[in-house]
């Protein structure tokens, strides 16, 4: 089965930027241990935040959807080269070289209301050069 782009050909030249962050939860606790062995107090720490941010660049002017099971409620394109924050990435409708998986685009004027195909991204870490034989999606980023 094919799973890239082009299935084989070689990649064109282009920089490597691999882009996500997780943020997680810390704790700390400190604990104050008297001279004869006992635990006398205990201070403590956490700070939680939620979620991670994926960061995939687009090869060239990209569609984006409100509905991406058949390509309906046309949305502002992604510009050539434009990097754009992602949230997820789900099924859809095929485009020609079969590839079925579509991102949800999470930067502003998207705000999560319309999706493109990942087909159209690098999803290698990469920001120019061919699509030709890059993966079909970026499997750091989550199913919706």
């Known amino acids: 089965m094919c799973t890239t782009k082009g299935c084989g050909a070689q990649s064109g030249a282009g920089s490597v930027n691999i882009a996500y962050s997780c943020n997680t939860t810390e704790s700390i606790s400190a604990y104050v241990v008297d001279a004869d062995g006992t635990h006398s107090s ?56 079969g590839n079925t998986w579509w991102y949800r685009i999470a930067s502003s004027p998207w705000n999560n209301a319309y999706y493109a195909s990942a087909d159209a991204f690098y999803n290698d870490g990469a920001t120019s050069g061919s699509l030709s034989g890059t993966p079909f999606f970026d499997p750091a980023v989550p199913v919706c």
């Open 42 to 97: 205990t201070s403590s720490a956490s700070a939680t935040t939620a979620g991670c941010q994926y960061f995939e660049t687009v090869g060239g002017v990209t569609s984006t959807f409100t509905n991406e099971m058949n390509e309906s409620g046309t949305g502002p394109t992604i510009a050539k080269y434009q990097t754009v924050q992602v949230t997820c990435r789900t099924t859809g409708m095929a485009v020609p070289d």
